[in-house]
């Protein structure tokens, strides 16, 4: 349930979800085998293997008592997890397949993934108590107490239970009870990057301003402070994000700074980003979403622009395009306020339309793929891997708050789309890459000014690319961060040469999970 939610606030484009810090399984009760290993081992299942295509699934190792090494024992279940995997492409559509992959990550200390491939077994085959008691116990170990409860009491009630789980079940049930009520789930990334950029001040790409006088065109060149700037510059930013469910509500609170410090004078920017989201019933099979944010940026010395955002969106939860697999399209209103106080001639209001959909892959967006496995339903190969993707096309209108701005109304066109996936080449280690491109299309309604090519209407199209690759570091290593290496590319074009820019960076840095 909790991989469901975090995969819905992923398709809205309202958040970057940080990665959840889990609890190690062999040092203490929680998913431990006397709870969540005795689920499918103990419980009647209905689900049945389809020998012809999917090979017999072999039940998760065992603890041979508490004298067995918690190294021993691990390598045990990571041993597991590579055989379960290298039979993915042949057993997506068995349902104890998912059951047994999902035991093995709930003991392995991974239970938002555990959670995941559990929903996927329940889905192909409801019926399945222990699978429902394993889902339960990783949805308890992911956060989700409520939901983990409330599946509790409905299995302790299944006439078919044997009696010796009934103690365990009510074992569990009253350490679920016992967990804080209405505690918020908190999570906090820090990451530090230095690097280098081609157009720090965001100045136009010609060199001169060409002004029209009834007398003819008059090309004055820039000033050098005026000229796009190079230079290197420090990238620091903090993303904080707190969630707590309420019944089969969710509610979410997200606060981003980001900061660029930079050697050349007035080419650093300080940006700040707050938002509160409400989110009607992620697991469901549609919601309503709702989300009011705030951004303030400033650049260089100057507070440049204040922003009050609000969106409304309805979204739904279909079938992808292999067994497992999940798309959540939306559609939804939004307004942006955006003021700027040293330029109050250029205030006005957004208004459009949102469409979006993000589709994960039957894999899932943890586990890496198997050697010599296919990793998700996009590519064939052992090697790339691509277990999500995401398309949002924004359209509409930005109304001037005064007659006086410059173009008046404008019409916004914007498409983005990301995809997010895992390299794997043979020797190498494992690298998560993303990669992000960006359109948008503006056109004012009126004339821009008498001195730009004869008070001609503006249109501009920007366009951006962006590629990042990243490894994560070993825990004894710079406190297990994730080292990253981001590129970019950027280019307006426009029919007023003094709005045509272009640009590139090139950063690398680390990034930290506090917690």
């Keep these: 349930m909790k991989r469901l939610i975090l995969a819905g606030l992923v398709s809205t484009a309202f958040a970057q979800v940080l990665a959840q810090t889990h609890t190690n399984p062999l040092a203490g009760s929680r998913g431990s085998p006397s709870a969540s290993g005795l689920a499918t081992r103990n419980l009647p299942a209905t689900a049945t293997t389809s020998a012809s295509?999917?090979?017999?699934?072999?039940?998760?190792?065992?603890?041979?008592?508490?004298?067995?090494?918690?190294?021993?024992?691990?390598?045990?279940?990571?041993?597991?997890?590579?055989?379960?995997?290298?039979?993915?492409?042949?057993?997506?559509?068995?349902?104890?397949?998912?059951?047994?992959?999902?035991?093995?990550?709930?003991?392995?200390?991974?239970?938002?993934?555990?959670?995941?491939?559990?929903?996927?077994?329940?889905?192909?085959?409801?019926?399945?108590?222990?699978?429902?008691?394993?889902?339960?116990?990783?949805?308890?170990?992911?956060?989700?107490?409520?939901?983990?409860?409330?599946?509790?009491?409905?299995?302790?009630?299944?006439?078919?239970?044997?009696?010796?789980?009934?103690?365990?079940?009510?074992?569990?049930?009253a350490a679920v009870r016992s967990q804080p009520k209405g505690a918020w789930d908190q999570h906090l990334k820090v990451s530090l990057a230095g690097g280098f950029d081609s157009n720090l001040n965001n100045a136009t790409s010609d060199g001169q301003l060409t002004l029209t006088f009834p007398a003819g065109e008059v090309s004055l060149p820039l000033a050098d402070a005026s000229r796009a700037q190079r230079g290197t510059a420090l990238m620091t930013a903090l993303q904080y994000q707190a969630i707590k469910p309420v019944n089969d509500q969710l509610?979410?609170?997200?606060?981003?700074?980001?900061?660029?410090?930079?050697?050349?004078?007035?080419?650093?920017?300080?940006?700040?980003?707050?938002?509160?989201?409400?989110?009607?019933?992620?697991?469901?099979?549609?919601?309503?979403?709702?989300?009011?944010?705030?951004?303030?940026?400033?650049?260089?010395?100057?507070?440049?622009?204040?922003?009050?955002?609000?969106?409304?969106?309805?979204?739904?939860?279909?079938?992808?395009?292999?067994?497992?697999?999940?798309?959540?399209?939306?559609?939804?209103?939004?307004?942006?306020?955006?003021?700027?106080?040293?330029?109050?001639?250029?205030?006005?209001?957004?208004?459009?339309?949102?469409?979006?959909?993000?589709?994960d892959a039957a894999e899932g967006d943890t586990a890496a793929p198997a050697t010599g496995q296919p990793g998700d339903f996009l590519f064939g190969n052992p090697y790339l891997s691509l277990p999500r993707f995401s398309l949002q096309l924004r359209s509409g209108q930005d109304r001037a708050a005064s007659g006086q701005r410059p173009g008046g109304n404008n019409t916004a066109t914007d498409l983005r789309t990301a995809a997010y996936g895992r390299l794997q080449l043979p020797g190498t280690p494992t690298l998560e890459w993303v990669a992000e491109y960006s359109w948008l299309q503006q056109q004012d309604s009126s004339g821009y000014s008498q001195l730009l090519a004869n008070n001609a209407v503006r249109t501009s199209t920007r366009q951006a690319l962006r590629l990042e690759l990243a490894h994560q570091l070993p825990a004894s290593m710079l406190g297990g961060a994730r080292w990253f290496v981001s590129a970019e590319l950027s280019r307006q074009a426009s029919n007023l040469s003094a709005f045509a820019a272009k640009g590139h960076a090139l950063y690398s840095g680390l990034r930290w999970d506090i917690f």
């Design 53 to 173: 295509t999917c090979p017999p699934v072999a039940d998760a190792p065992a603890r041979s008592g508490p004298q067995q090494p918690p190294a021993a024992y691990l390598a045990q279940l990571q041993q597991s997890l590579a055989q379960l995997d290298s039979m993915a492409e042949l057993c997506l559509d068995t349902p104890r397949f998912h059951a047994q992959r999902g035991l093995v990550l709930q003991l392995m200390g991974q239970p938002a993934a555990a959670v995941e491939s559990l929903e996927r077994a329940l889905l192909l085959d409801p019926d399945q108590p222990g699978t429902q008691l394993d889902y339960a116990l990783a949805l308890r170990d992911a956060g989700d107490a409520p939901s983990a409860q409330a599946l509790l009491q409905q299995i302790s009630q299944r006439p078919d239970l044997p009696p010796g789980l009934q103690p365990v079940l009510q074992s569990q049930l």
């Design 251 to 359: 509610w979410v609170l997200q606060a981003e700074l980001h900061n660029r410090n930079s050697r050349l004078a007035d080419t650093g920017y300080q940006q700040l980003d707050l938002a509160a989201q409400w989110l009607q019933a992620p697991a469901a099979a549609s919601q309503w979403q709702a989300r009011l944010g705030y951004g303030n940026l400033r650049f260089g010395s100057v507070d440049l622009l204040h922003s009050v955002r609000a969106a409304l969106v309805h979204q739904w939860q279909l079938a992808g395009p292999r067994p497992g697999s999940m798309c959540r399209p939306l559609v939804g209103l939004e307004t942006d306020i955006r003021r700027y106080p040293t330029t109050a001639q250029l205030n006005g209001t957004y208004q459009g339309l949102l469409l979006s959909v993000a589709c």
